[in-house]
Each structure stands twice: as C-alpha cells, then as structure tokens.
C-alpha cells in the first residue's frame, strides 16, 4: 500500500495561504486517486478536495470552493493544496489520502491509505 507524508502545515492569520504538500512513495502514484480531509478536535472527519489519478479532474467541498485548489505532479508523487483566503473554521488537522477508485468520492471509508496529518491553525 502506498504511504504518505504531508507536510506544509503552520500557523497563519485570517485571510492568508498556505500550501500544502503530500508525497508518495512507490512507482504507481498515477493509479491513485488522491484526497485531502480535515479534522477538527472533537468533529468528524471532513471532505475537503479531490483530484482524479491522470487527467487531474478536481472536485471541492462547498466550503473551501473559489480558496482552494488541489493539484497533483505524477512526476514527483506528490499533490498539493493549496489554500488562500483562509478563516479560523478552516483551524484543523489536514489529512492526505489515497484510493485504487476509478470514480469520484468524498467519503474517508472509501481511501485505503492515509498520511499522519499536518496542523493547519488560522488567527482571526
């Protein structure tokens, strides 16, 4: 199974960016559909984005919809998020996911790999 590692968490005032990144590991970062998630301290897992395994094809949560953007390199096993125009409700651990799926899905039970999480913590 394909392990990951995010990184590119930190704190950050309301209305700043940062941008996050997930590396992968093997040769078959292409057959893997990737997701972002987010959790909150006492909530549930969270949607956030997702990017289809070649063409690139990206769906957002309502939530995060015109500030994020996910994007992916197959070339250097990575894909990244990047997040402008953040507000305090965006304050959680941010989660990099993979799934074998061939169609779009929002759901965590529906990804088999999972990276530690990075914290992302926006000021107001």
């Known amino acids: 199974q394909v392990q990951l590692v995010e990184s590119g968490g930190g704190l950050v005032q309301a209305g700043g960016s940062l941008r996050l990144s997930c590396v992968a590991s093997?040769?078959?970062?292409?057959?893997?559909?990737m997701g972002w998630f987010r959790q909150a301290p006492g909530k549930e897992r969270e949607f956030v984005a997702t990017?289809?395994?070649?063409?690139?094809?990206?769906y957002y949560a309502d939530s995060v919809k015109g500030r994020f953007t996910i994007s992916r390199d197959n070339a250097k096993n990575t894909v990244y998020l990047q997040m402008n125009s953040l507000k305090p409700e965006d304050t959680a651990v941010y989660y990099c996911a993979a799934t074998t799926s061939a169609l779009t899905t929002t759901s965590p039970t529906d990804f088999g790999s999972w990276g530690q999480g990075t914290q992302v913590t926006v000021s107001s």
């Open positions: 990017i289809s395994r070649i063409v690139g094809s990206t």
């Open positions: 093997g040769r078959t970062f292409s057959n893997y559909r």
